[in-house]
Nanobody
């Protein structure tokens, strides 16, 4: 099963930015779709072609991207709000639709993001 490790969280003031990173353990095979979750709900996803989907709560503020290395995904979080405070997880899926309903990786520890003044 694909293992995922998230990093990059921290404490930031409202209006600030953070960049989260995630590495999937799948070797020699590019995972079709990867995404970021908050409370196990998909908030941003990206497939191999670079197509992206976002939850309305983060649209226009968060940007998901894939790294040049296989199975690495980033989440650039800008204009952070107090309500973005959460533990963020990443996971993988067969496509963007499956990513939202049936991610197949093992949930990692996540990375905590706290937005507070």
């Amino acid at each position: 099963q694909v293992q995922l490790v998230e990093s990059g969280g921290g404490l930031v003031h409202p209006g600030g930015s953070l960049r989260l990173s995630c590495v999937a353990s799948e070797r020699g095979h590019r995972v079709a779709a990867m995404g970021w979750y908050r409370e196990r709900k998909l908030i941003a996803g990206i497939n191999m072609e670079g197509r992206t989907v976002y939850d309305d709560s983060v649209k226009g503020r968060f940007t998901i991207s894939r790294g040049t290395t296989d199975n690495v995904v980033y989440l650039q979080m800008d204009n952070l709000k107090a309500e973005d405070t959460a533990t963020y997880y990443c996971n993988a899926g067969g496509d963007l639709t499956l990513l939202s309903v049936f991610p197949f990786g093992s949930w990692g520890q996540g990375t905590q993001v706290t937005v507070s003044s």
